[in-house]
């Protein structure tokens, strides 16, 4: 080895080090070059090789080629990795414009949400104001002013999550909500008719999980109070919300029912938007889908409100998200809508 090689050598390694031109083309010159079996290193070993008198010339040259190209690798790891050394991540080019993101890339509504936000839309366009209360509810809320007496049978219906070691004002246990109804009773106390008003939000129930129900789920319930407010006020309005969101040929149907804080209560059908009413398997061949409950609000829940039942009357309905969102889908298990499977949700 000569110090012309030398020479040689340091013009071929300045020049590879100023053609990098990304921050993965470090680490391969840093192997070629400047570790224990690189370029630099074996030409310290050729130093055997040199005589006496121009070891100490070719030692102090190599030493300068050393420093030189470990100061200019320094100053292309700074440029190209921020400064941060061999630990820092790879790859980051702080010189490169940025990418385009891709619309298909972004994010999207949740189904459930979807359908949520769908439905409270329909309802705003019909004058609804949308109102929202607490989920953890005391017993007086969520049952006693609702015509629930404290052993009504009606409280089976809806198995009930007490929030353990904990008690309202009154040292009543307090309750994950079973229903939106709650809200109602919150409105009417601090609101007298009209009342025109959407409850939607998350309910709890400890009911055992299966592919129709699960412990949490979205509810959104209607309620409306007022001088001469009555049954077929409430028909025209679901109807209207039907044909609204499962299409303009939507017809439905009342069916009696029992719940304690209505009277009469109904159970509200809808034609299937499958087959047109035809039959089918999601309708079960009865061309009819059960959508949700309704009625005209109990005079007791009025009292109980302070509102006086013989000058106002109300009726009030309640659907739930998540079944309506499988039937309009097609989901056939509601575990689905909250595994997080993005196989699942790409679909919407």
């Known amino acids: 080895m000569t ?5 040689t050598v340091r013009e071929k390694l300045l020049a590879d080090l100023d053609a990098i031109g990304a921050a993965d083309q470090l680490e391969s010159y840093k192997l070629a070059h400047l570790t224990r ?3 630099i290193a074996a030409m310290f070993d050729d130093l055997r090789s040199v005589s006496k008198e121009e070891k100490p010339i070719a030692g102090k040259e190599l030493n300068s080629l050393r420093q030189q190209i470990e100061e200019r690798f320094k100053e292309k790891e700074a440029l190209y990795l921020g400064g ?25 509504e949740h189904p459930l949400m979807k359908t949520l936000n769908e439905m409270v839309s329909i309802f705003e366009r019909m004058g609804f104001a949308v109102e929202y209360g607490p989920e953890v509810e005391d017993d007086e809320h969520n049952f ?4 629930f007496a404290p052993d009504h049978p009606a409280r089976d219906m809806q198995d009930t999550f007490f929030v353990k070691s904990s008690a309202g ?10 229903h939106t109804s709650p809200v109602q009773i919150r409105l009417m106390e601090r609101q007298k008719p009209p009342i025109r008003a959407i409850m939607p939000g998350r309910v709890y129930r400890n009911e055992a999980i299966s592919a129709r129900s699960g412990v949490a789920f ?11 407010v009555s049954m077929a006020d409430l028909k025209g309005v679901l109807l209207s919300f039907a044909r609204q969101f499962f299409g303009s040929d939507a017809k439905i149907r009342l069916r009696p029912s029992f719940f304690p804080f209505t009277e009469p209560s109904a159970e509200v059908d809808v034609s299937c938007y499958i ?13 009819w889908l059960e959508i949700l409950g309704a009625g005209m609000v109990h005079p007791n829940v009025l009292k109980a409100c302070n509102i006086d039942p013989e000058i106002y009357t109300g009726y009030a309905f309640g659907i739930g998200i998540d079944r309506t969102a499988m039937m309009r889908y097609g989901v056939s298990d ?14 919407f």
């Open 37 to 39: 079996k690189g370029t």
């Open 3 to 7: 110090l012309n090689d030398i020479i």
């Open 218 to 228: 979205f509810m959104m319930e209607g309620l409306v109070v007022g001088p001469g």
């Open 275 to 287: 087959c047109g009413g035809k039959g089918c398997r999601v309708c079960k061949n009865s061309g």
């Open 334 to 347: 509601i575990r689905d809508f909250f595994e997080n499977d993005l196989r699942f949700l790409e679909q």
């Open 144 to 147: 006693g002013k609702l015509n």
């Open 169 to 178: 004002a009154d040292g009543a246990p307090l309750l994950l909500r079973t």
């Open 84 to 108: 941060a050394g061999p630990g820092a991540l790879s790859g980051i080019d702080l010189t490169m414009p940025a990418r385009a993101v891709s619309v298909s890339a972004a994010g999207h």
